[in-house]
């Protein structure tokens, strides 16, 4: 049994920050990408940023320059930054990450950001 757990929602005014974990538990023998989605009210689950196994990331236009994905995988943990946060920045938060060869998924973390 594997388990995501995401920390470090929360509600920020904008132009805050907010840092995201997500820690892997579980019979793991190989974890190979890590990233993070989000899903607004009312519109698809989206990929905000994924980091593979070597450190190599990748970013939704919309997050470049303000986010920052990262990984300890001596913790099996990954992280995201983000700054300049937005009010379209608001969403539900999802861990993922490909465990065993098979990708799963946290339970979502809620980041509100408004004044």
């Known amino acids: 049994q594997v388990q995501l757990v995401e920390s470090g929602g929360g509600l920020v005014q904008p132009g805050g920050s907010l840092k995201l974990s997500c820690a892997v538990s579980?019979?793991?023998?190989?974890?190979?990408?890590m990233g993070w989605y989000r899903q607004a009210p009312g519109k698809r689950r989206d990929l905000v940023a994924d980091?593979?196994?070597?450190?190599?990331?990748d970013y939704a236009d919309s997050v470049k320059g303000r986010f920052t994905i990262s990984r300890d995988n001596a913790k099996n943990t990954v992280y995201l930054q983000m700054s300049s946060l937005k009010p379209e920045d608001t969403a539900i938060y999802y861990c993922?990450?490909?465990?065993?060869?098979?990708?799963?998924w946290g339970q979502g973390t809620q980041v509100t950001v408004s004044s």
């Open positions: 993922s990450a490909t465990v065993n060869i098979r990708r799963y």
């Open positions: 980091i593979t196994s070597g450190g190599s990331t």
């Open positions: 579980g019979s793991i023998f190989s974890i190979n990408t």
